[in-house]
């Protein structure tokens, strides 16, 4: 850096967002580039996590033992990315140790009978108790009608449409036969606005393969502080996330250097 930089062009240097774009399960270089990096979205920092381990080279000197030198040992390099977007699907599988699942999805359903909410074999139902509404065996979710014939919605159950549940609330007019329900739903895809992307958790403690690591600040003429390109990586879970009601979640994924380092380019 020039002799003439200040302070604040220094710190300018240093903060910022950041982009990583990942190919997972890259095996090299060439195999990144062909299969393309997927954007895994935006960063609000990292922590540089470098490590140099050296063994001291000892050599006695009239009863007393001195270091002259060290030999090199272990060196590591890495980053700890934090993000606060917990709910984006390309990160969450990492929180979760996951991989991709099955996402929500149901045919729309109007006005026909839900599967018979058995009573006849533990007979009667239980108070306040949550049963789930199913069609063809499936819970159906997010319903915009329900209705049991012969009761009261609020005197003798309640249902959570969004989560198709239904519980019965009149200690004197408990189900003690099988109840059947007549419903409507939406049909929920990709495009619906209550689309949910499925994962399954607990599948997968470690990543591999090639990534790229860009850092933004706001200079108006070029804004790319730093870029790590093409190195090949391991990544785990960082710091884990809590969900808190007065403050935003945050979490931080570790993305490690491994036999590849590829290249670094920075503002000078």
Do not use: C
Request: no cysteine.
């Amino acid at each position: 850096m020039p002799l003439t930089s200040n302070l604040h062009h220094t710190r300018a240097n240093i903060q910022g967002t950041l982009r990583l774009l990942l190919a997972i399960d890259a095996a090299s270089k060439a195999a990144a580039i062909a299969q393309g990096y997927d954007d895994m979205g935006e960063f609000i920092g990292y922590e540089v996590q470098g490590e140099s381990k050296t063994e001291p080279v000892l050599k006695p000197f009239y009863g007393v033992m001195r270091q002259v030198d060290e030999t090199p040992g272990l060196l590591t390099l890495g980053y700890e990315l934090t993000t606060r977007e917990i709910a984006d699907a390309r990160k969450l599988r990492f929180f979760l140790a996951g991989i991709a699942g099955q996402d929500l999805a149901q045919a729309a359903i109007a006005a026909q009978a839900a599967d018979a909410l058995v009573f006849t074999g533990p007979a009667p139902a239980v108070l306040n108790r949550n049963y789930d509404i199913l069609k063809n065996g499936v819970r159906v979710r997010f319903l915009s009608a329900f209705a049991i014939a012969g009761k009261v919605e609020g005197v003798d159950y309640q249902v959570d449409l969004e989560q198709g549940q239904v519980r019965f609330i009149n200690p004197a007019a408990l189900p003690a036969a099988n109840v059947v329900a007549t419903i409507s739903a939406p049909t929920i895809d990709a495009a619906s606005d209550k689309a949910m992307v499925g994962l399954r958790p607990m599948q997968n403690q470690i990543w591999r393969g090639y990534a790229r690591l860009i850092t933004y600040d706001q200079n108006r003429t070029n804004r790319i502080v730093k870029e790590h390109n093409d190195f090949s990586f391991t990544l785990t879970l960082g710091k884990n996330f809590g969900v808190k009601h007065d403050s935003q979640s945050e979490g931080s994924i570790k993305l490690m250097v491994a036999a590849d380092e590829g290249t670094v380019l920075h503002r000078n």
